[in-house]
């Protein structure tokens, strides 16, 4: 392993291990850890284009990886993914292909959304993964939304609904659990709590104890979990899913994270953050932590660590050269997607 900051050792025998995950845990951990180190690689690559003029805008996830992760691997097929602002890795874990989101983050004639939303605003509706908005706190109601739908109709699925810490002081976070609570429905509630609303601390967006507690005025259950390990994150994430199978409501988990990175690239948060933030993220650093684990535990060797890595890397690059080599969009698909065809309003023939 290489040498870097002094990181928090993830408190589990390998036996608590299989008691919270399951039998199979050496291939999901194995898994995770794949997935975690492509989003890591893919958050450097596009900041550094970024920084290049060759992507307009990127918001990195570094230091989510965990919570989004985990989120990928324990959800269904059935299951719906409303994002906040970080959870891309979500749509690609859950099947989004990688060079599709490239051909969104640069906005090319190959992009779903033909360049009309702003990089990391991916829609991946083959995944169920609904684009997100830049208007905070308004995916939580709309969430809500799509889990009503799913109870009217009696079909399957369970909805994720995504955001910040910045998010709980939104009108839509107290319509939209105070909705779940009476109806009672399959929604879980994710608050990635990284400390920071941009640059307002997360005390001073509540007096509360925990952003969890605040499920408690809802009539539901709230638990804040350590959102850079990946054991805890995942357990949560499927005894909440399997719960709100059950009917037996929805939940809020408020994940405590570190935000590694800037808010977005036009961030400057040394501008407002200690000294020592980034020392303390990076002993927290959820990559670092299972990685760590994994190889204490003979479920990672250096040349399989090795390998995820050159793999993630040579994925990023080709994702990124068939993007840049697709030209952009037509200009005349401005106007495509946007009127519904014109339906004749003349009566049919013989009546």
């Not at 060759?54 to 985990?70: C, D, K, L, M, Q």
């Not at 009108?171 to 400390?195: I, K, M, S, T």
């Not at 535990?297 to 390998?307: D, F, N």
């Not at 005349?332 to 065809?341: C, F, N, Q, R």
Request: neutral net charge.
């Amino acid at each position: 392993m290489n040498s870097g900051p002094t990181i928090v050792p993830l408190p589990y025998k390998a036996s608590e291990v299989e008691a919270a995950i399951g039998s199979n845990w050496p291939s999901i951990l194995l898994s995770a850890y794949r997935w975690m180190v492509l989003g890591r690689t893919l958050d450097a690559r596009m900041q550094a284009l970024q920084r290049q003029g060759r992507v307009g805008f990127y918001g990195a996830s570094t230091g989510h990886e965990a919570v989004n992760v985990a989120a990928g691997l324990a959800t269904e097929a059935d299951d719906w993914i409303f994002p906040g602002l970080r959870e891309q890795l979500v749509a690609l874990v859950r099947g989004h292909s990688l060079v599709t989101y490239a051909h969104h983050l640069f906005a090319d004639d190959l992009d779903p959304g033909r360049g009309r939303n702003m990089p990391c605003h991916p829609t991946a509706s083959e995944v169920h993964y609904v684009s997100m908005s830049s208007v905070i706190g308004t995916q939580i109601s709309h969430a809500v939304g799509l889990a009503h739908a799913l109870r009217s109709r009696s079909a399957p699925g369970v909805v994720l609904a995504f955001f910040g810490d910045g998010g709980t002081s939104s009108n839509d976070f107290h319509a939209g659990l105070n909705f779940a609570g009476v109806w009672r429905l399959p929604v879980v509630f994710c608050c990635a709590n990284n400390q920071w609303a941009i640059s307002v601390p997360v005390e001073r967006q509540t007096a509360a104890t925990s952003l969890a507690s605040k499920a408690d005025a809802y009539g539901f259950g709230g638990s804040r979990v350590d959102g850079t390990d990946f054991v805890a994150v995942y357990r949560a994430l499927r005894e909440a899913l399997a719960a709100a199978r059950s009917n037996a409501g929805p939940k809020l988990l408020e994940f405590v994270v570190y935000r590694m990175t800037p808010h977005s690239s036009a961030d400057d948060p040394t501008r407002y953050q200690p000294a020592d933030w980034a020392a303390r993220a990076a002993s927290h650093d959820p990559v670092g932590r299972l990685e760590a684990w994994l190889f204490a535990h003979q479920g990672l060797t250096e040349p399989a660590r090795s390998r995820f890595k050159a793999e993630a890397e040579e994925q990023v690059r080709e994702a990124v050269r068939v993007a840049e080599e697709t030209p952009p969009p037509r200009p005349g698909s401005l106007t495509e997607d946007v009127y519904a065809p014109a339906v004749s309003s003349r009566a049919p023939k013989g009546r």
